[in-house]
């Protein structure tokens, strides 16, 4: 149990800049790759000398480095010595708590996203991904190594495509555009269940379903808190002027800018619309309960009257001791009238009932 | 059931700007049509080739193409190569998901808005409308090709219209007029509803009304998210100065505000009382609860008592064994006097519930 | 039911600019009053011709053209004609449901309020007030023509008033502190009304108290929403710097505009408590049901196990069957020992609920 | 009951400027008291003649005019005639229900402000409090002449006080800061009931709790209603750069927002409490109902069946009319196991019951 | 109880300024404690002369006086009569109700800040940390002397650390920072308790849980409170362009800006979980009602019909005074015919609570 949260704990006590990883593991080994391409040439390998890719780095290409997994700070050590990289940068990459941000420096760009990579135990699985853009590299740090880049990958093969033709900045922006598209199906996923929790809730509600729109709201709450503050970073971006990125791709960053809006605002909708679920789940509740109520309102108040009637007729008055004493009993019709009696009060209740609109 | 959903789904994984229908085909074939005016003429016929009405175009006549329907996107790609149209803004006119925006280009301006057609099962029909307007010319795309225009073809008629006497500002004008028009019906109309559920829900609570209730809350909502993104459209036009917009139209932009400033405002107002319906129906729904509890609870607290004492003589204790065994039973006026006990017990109580104010 | 509602609708299809009157005819006829006069005149008539009242005005008077009711759009045309006013503006002179606004033109300054007659079936009464402030002329549209100007009238009589001494722009002025000033007692009503539910929701929750508390919020809303835009109005009216008012003046809008803030911030804490009464109720409810289930419960706790007892002594097992078969039945003191065991469970159920608290 | 409220009033009708007081008289009779300072000399009197006061007023004094209650209209008529004030700043000082405001005039500032001096019958008590603020004067309008300002004048009798050495704006802020002062002793009072409601609402919810809650909640935003204005009083004081305003006390000004800031988050976070405290009420009322309905539920739950079984036997069929009439009656072990099956439904509800953990 | 509170009170009546420590002593006896350092050099002792370590303090040396405890008055005074410090600003420190914020004099930078040190008795331990940051020196002011500041003594004791090499600026961003990060732990413990009542709350609630949920919501707001203003406090730091902050540690202060940001925005959501934690607690009871209603329900509605059914056949009609008198008494099957009945009766009932789905 324990094990399973994620928390952004701070290493207290530890002066800023330490690089210490304060996430789990999330990958076995820390891996990385090297993707290299010009307009005509693309290359992709696995990584094993960071001195090798840095070396190759050149005006007319772009190198990606894309390091899976963090919790090897050997790695992220030497990155920063070869490129460069203010410690405080480090750190935030190692701090898998970080909210989004970017940093522009004189060098690189530095910035920070969350991925949404899926659900698990009812918690949304979250990668943090930074990224380093400099002016003919990018390098990209991903705490879970998941096919999130695929897409990419396949892209670049065409030579054809934009990709090839664009700089690094554009590499930056194809990444940072996979990873929010990579929300809207979590978040299409989330409003379906809201969606077919509807109908369920209003006829049928289960303690369980409480459970699951609890669990709803919590991870809409979650994807706002991680996806609003891009708003932020690409305006931030888009502001700073930075000769590392290319006007001419300014539209792009509008274009995800868009988007990212339009993901706050669905997820807004959408945990209102929880919101309204959990009070419909209540609703529906008082309205079972009303109706428990009337059934045994309905027996009770019909029975109680009979059973009492029935319970004097079962006294055992001495008859003989004087005429006063339950005459009934003795009477011919006496048991007929009882029942006369018992449907005359049966139905002016079944009356009463219908009249206050009970069933 | 997952046929009738239409969710903003983006295509993952494909290269920003590839022209890809996202919705479902509201329409069997796309058609288009073509007006043609100036101030002394006015035709309108369906349109076969895109490459003649291109030549139309000129500087003294409005030109105005119709494009019903999305899912052919070779039209959008021919219109896109006849009239220098950038790839990602045809993107955003085939992603029927995206939400208000206008983006200012050097030729032409691009406007998405949202109209809503009715509603169908609980749920709004929007249509996504885009427009493309340059110099001379207007280009609209409806996603569902509904009699929204016909309105602007029986004005176009008139040749002392102020629309034949103004450019293609104007002509976008009114098309965006026609469609922020088109949502105050719907609203009155739901407005009425809430209005008619406010009194039955207070006297007689249904689940039904519930659902309803819920249903007008999520359409409030939904009004709210398509219609409030054209404020800021609005004003992003007036502030863009753009050589396409005449400035002696700014006024009907500006009246165009006000009504969508109206809009907004009273599909909060609205949201608030169905907010509002919702906790009188679960008030309302306690109020019925506490009566049925009070009928109950007046029934029981007086027969059950009653009962215990016709139970009490009911008992087969041996009166011949002792004289303290039940000497009740033989008084000559053992049973008069129970039924005496019983009004007293009766009649306090109902004073009882009289000072409650049970009754 | 249907002819009392009176919402904003649009004349969808119509081209903008159309003289429709949208509301019900609120008068029989539309009627018209002209007031002239200078520091040493002052005249008040039926108005019947508009051009003798447009050849009247001149530099050293000021002219008050007062239109009773809005149903008659040839008078209405007319007036656009002789003082050259635009058709939008007269548009939105007929559309009653239109927000208050203002727009300052080059020859005059148009503005809507909403006036407050009072209260009818639990609606507010509102009259729309369109003002058209020229040189030396004021033009007031009054949808109802109930006395709202009477005090004017009153206060123009005495030669040493400020009105008098003013010019137009102050007799705007005069008629706006009008009907802002209409608002405080309405909302002190609504406010004593609140206070008076107070006592009586809390020791006493009926029904119709919670459909007053509805009404008494949709009211609240609705004077927010008819009195809040007022504060923009008079923002851009400062602003505007129009020739057509007259900078001395400028402090008495101030003062309006510190009573509009006023009305908005006691309008909003009206409605917090509002909001606080019908929760109120909903608890008040709940300890009702509270009281009334402690009741049930405690009489049934008592009467159910000592009815059991009876039901015992009341079975026909043969006692002489066997010595087992209730030999209580034949004792002596079983009678006795059954009340005391009565007496004993009843005791210790009293006890066990006063621990409880239960009454 | 209705001469103890007090509504902002509005004279509607009057020309604005006119003199009226809209309070009930709250001192039996309007008195002055005059203070006169300089560095050197002090001097505090009641005051009757104005004209003296103001024939003292000079450059090298600070001459501080008190006025007790506001219903004598000609006192102030008289001030305002003397020191040159505008009918539209005499109305404001009259008019009680005026929310808090500054005023930067050429000759003198005029400040509003709400002094809380405590709490009687569940209502705030207020005393609206205006300050005409002139180079080398003071005019205090108090509407309740309590000892607000003693710890002032007892602070002016030291000579080496910071008050005796600056001007009349240092006295204004002094003056100022002792109303604002005053309401954190009534703030800690209402959050000290909070928390003293907090565990009595919890364990044993009473309705009276519920009223003061209420009248808690009410008082907390009148509160904020009254302190929240003088952020922007004292911001717009700042910006005023009045000749009046001595910059060196700037840093006094600053030091009264932050307290200011401090009374509006703190009432803040006591209504978030109040509100929270209602929410454990009604769930608190819930947890009671809870108990009640499960004590009733055993009890009915083991002793209705039971009840049954003793009915049975207490049926009167005719065992000598078959054998298959109850049998058990004649058996010689039938009433031992009959309570043996009593025992059993007993004991098995019990464990039932646990099993549910409803006790 | 009383004593254990403290709230921000305010000595009414006292001149602004004035030297009273507010809150109650939090330790026995006042004491300071003396840093002195350069890149070279560390020495840390206990000091008794504040005249001695103001001579210490030189241009190319950081010296550090950290004060423990607030309740001696005099050192307060000393210090600042020797550092020149405005009364203004001494009342500040010892005003522990203060909230947090900057104050940019010429000779030093005054912070206040909120330290956060655990939990006692469902309220969060709050110590009031106050700064003077000069040229070349810090004092630092503790409320509460805990072991808040031991990670900076260890990190100063490294001649390589930054601390070391930067100035007084640093420091005192290192203290800021110390402080800031001891919100995390508090933060994760919370936010931990909120995840494990999630679950208890849902499968049995109990009171006690709800008066922790309402602990945790008082603590999360209180941490919002003494944290939000920070980000402001920040923002000024930055925008002062005091010449005591080194422009090149402007990154770090970004730096702390970013957590005290993640800080406010994850109080936020877990308030946000902990109303929902509330409301499911209140939905949960509601359930468990419903459940308790059912059981009762099911029984009542089955055993109270055939207990009216068995004392019918209880009734003493005297079955030879007519043949109409209970005849099944004394039919040969009647017992047999009886019973099946009570089977009917029964399986009809579960088949319909079974379709009610009631179980």
């Given at each position: 149990?324990?094990?399973?949260?994620?928390?952004p704990?701070r290493?207290?006590?530890?002066?800023?800049?330490?690089?210490?990883?304060l996430g789990?593991?999330?990958?076995?080994?820390?891996?990385?790759?090297?993707?290299?391409?010009?307009?005509?040439?693309?290359?992709?390998?696995?990584?094993?000398?960071?001195?090798?890719?840095?070396?190759?780095?050149?005006?007319?290409?772009?190198?990606?480095?894309?390091?899976?997994?963090?919790?090897?700070?050997?790695?992220?050590?030497?990155?920063?010595?070869?490129?460069?990289?203010?410690?405080?940068?480090?750190e935030d990459i190692l701090n898998v708590g970080h909210r989004p941000k970017?940093?522009?420096?004189?060098?690189?760009?530095?910035?920070i996203m969350k991925?949404?990579?899926?659900?698990?135990?009812?918690?949304?699985?979250?990668?943090q991904l930074s990224?380093?853009?400099?002016?003919?590299?990018?390098?990209?740090?991903?705490e879970?190594?998941?096919?999130?880049?695929?897409?990419?990958?396949?892209?670049?093969?065409?030579?054809?495509?934009?990709?090839?033709?664009?700089?690094?900045?554009?590499?930056?922006?194809?990444?940072?555009?996979?990873?929010?598209?990579?929300?809207?199906?979590?978040?299409?996923?989330?409003?379906?269940?809201?969606?077919?929790?509807?109908?369920?809730?209003?006829?049928?509600?289960?303690?369980?379903?409480?459970?699951?729109?609890?669990?709803?709201?919590?991870?809409?709450?979650?994807?706002?808190?991680n996806?609003?503050p891009?708003?932020?970073?690409?305006?931030?971006?888009?502001?700073?002027?930075?000769?590392?990125?290319?006007?001419?791709?300014?539209?792009?960053?509008?274009?995800?800018?868009?988007?990212?809006?339009?993901?706050?605002?669905?997820?807004?909708?959408?945990?209102?619309?929880?919101?309204?679920?959990?009070?419909?789940?209540?609703?529906?509740?008082?309205?079972?309960?009303?109706?428990?109520?009337?059934?045994?309102?309905?027996?009770?108040?019909?029975?109680?009257?009979?059973?009492?009637?029935?319970?004097?007729?079962?006294?055992?008055?001495?008859?003989?001791?004087?005429?006063?004493?339950?005459?009934?009993?003795?009477?011919?019709?006496?048991?007929?009238?009882?029942?006369?009696?018992?449907?005359?009060?049966?139905?002016?209740?079944?009356?009463?009932?219908?009249?206050?609109?009970?069933?």
């Open positions: 149990m324990a094990a399973k949260r994620r928390k704990r290493k207290a006590g530890l002066p800023p800049g330490s690089l210490v990883y789990a593991p999330q990958v076995d080994k820390v891996e990385m790759s090297l993707v290299h391409y010009t307009k005509s040439k693309y290359r992709r390998k696995k990584l094993t000398s960071l001195t090798d890719a840095f070396s190759q780095i050149s005006d007319d290409s772009v190198t990606w480095i894309n390091v899976h997994g963090l919790h090897n700070t050997e790695i992220l050590m030497e990155i920063g010595r070869l490129f460069k990289i203010d410690p405080l940068v480090l970017v940093e522009v420096m004189a060098n690189f760009i530095h910035v991925a949404v990579l899926g659900e698990k135990d009812g918690e949304l699985i979250r990668s990224l380093i853009v400099g002016k003919n590299y990018v390098i990209s740090f991903e879970f190594p998941k096919e999130l880049f695929t897409p990419i990958y396949d892209r670049l093969k065409n030579p054809e495509g934009r990709l090839r033709e664009n700089g690094a900045d554009y590499l930056a922006y194809a990444i940072m555009d996979v990873v929010v598209d990579n929300y809207f199906p979590i978040l299409t996923g989330l409003s379906e269940e809201i969606e077919d929790l509807d109908e369920i809730v209003l006829n049928n509600p289960e303690p369980e379903q409480l459970q699951r729109i609890f669990t709803l709201k919590k991870q809409l709450i979650n994807i706002r808190k996806i609003a891009v708003r932020e970073v690409i305006v931030k971006l888009l502001r700073s002027e930075s000769p590392l990125l290319n006007s001419s791709n300014a539209k792009y960053f509008n274009d995800l800018q868009d988007h990212v809006i339009q993901l706050v605002e669905n997820a807004e909708v959408y945990r209102e619309m929880a919101v309204s679920l959990q009070e419909i789940y209540l609703t529906s509740l008082s309205n079972k309960m009303n109706e428990v109520m009337k059934v045994l309102s309905i027996i009770a108040t019909i029975f109680i009257p009979l059973s009492f009637l029935a319970g004097i007729f079962g006294m055992n008055f001495d008859t003989s001791a004087s005429p006063y004493n339950m005459p009934e009993l003795s009477s011919p019709y006496g048991y007929i009238i009882f029942w006369m009696i018992c449907l005359l009060i049966c139905g002016g209740l079944i009356i009463f009932f219908r009249r206050k609109k009970w069933f």
